[in-house]
């Protein structure tokens, strides 16, 4: 088992800010599941999924509660969920995912950022295409044995198994599936008592565009300037 290709973070937040936007991002994930399927985390394999993440960050249970709660209220905001497409500088393809109450004001926050950092808001599925959406789970490897686990999973959609690292740096198995295996996946997983780090869906590219210097520079500014922004849940890209 090698060690799987992973798209790079691009911005590094301070330890505390970087919590921060990961509870914002799960707490508007438990929002948009609840509001879908219910509070019942047995019965809502959404909602299941973001209190597993909520988990893996250390989330504090109240919080993860509270965000429950919260969402079963008649005047909380809904929440959308759009995807965004467009280029940065030197040709390098960004998706940007976003949860939002207000899809005026988040498109116009998306588009001053590709604006001010030379980049180009793009049509639906201007982007898209030069990317596969998979399901990714990340499990601790401790105590597992990586050849069993993929002669097991093989039944259930996987469809590449490989060695990465989470956010904080710390070494994952990392499993992925195709968009439309993810729920079997998840079950899988759950029924064998594999302890998940965390789940989610993805947008892993095809191929990738090399730039170095100021020219990659320049392409990272952007990339740490969407991810700013409180409205974006997660930013894709295919820089190499």
Known sequence: ????????KASMFARYDR???????IGKDINIA??????DPDNNPALRRAMQNAKGVNMPKDKVEAAIKRAMGKDTSDYEEILYEGYAPHGVAILVETATDNPVRTVAKVRAVFNKCNG???????VSFQF???GV?????EGLDPEEMELELIDYGLEEMGEGTDDDGNERIVIRVPFSEFGTMQSALE???LEVKS??????????VEVTGEAEEEVLKLIAKMEEEEDVQKVFHNLA
């Open 191 to 193: 029924e064998k008592g």
């Open 34 to 39: 609840v509001k879908a399927g219910g509070p």
């Open 199 to 208: 789940s989610e869906l993805e947008w892993i590219p095809m191929n990738m």
């Open 120 to 126: 180009s808001l793009g049509t639906q599925n201007s």
């Open 132 to 134: 596969n959406k998979m």
């Open 137 to 141: 789970f990340k499990l601790d490897p």
């Open 19 to 25: 919590m921060a936007k990961q509870f914002s991002r």
């Open 1 to 8: 088992m090698g060690r799987i290709f992973e798209v790079r």
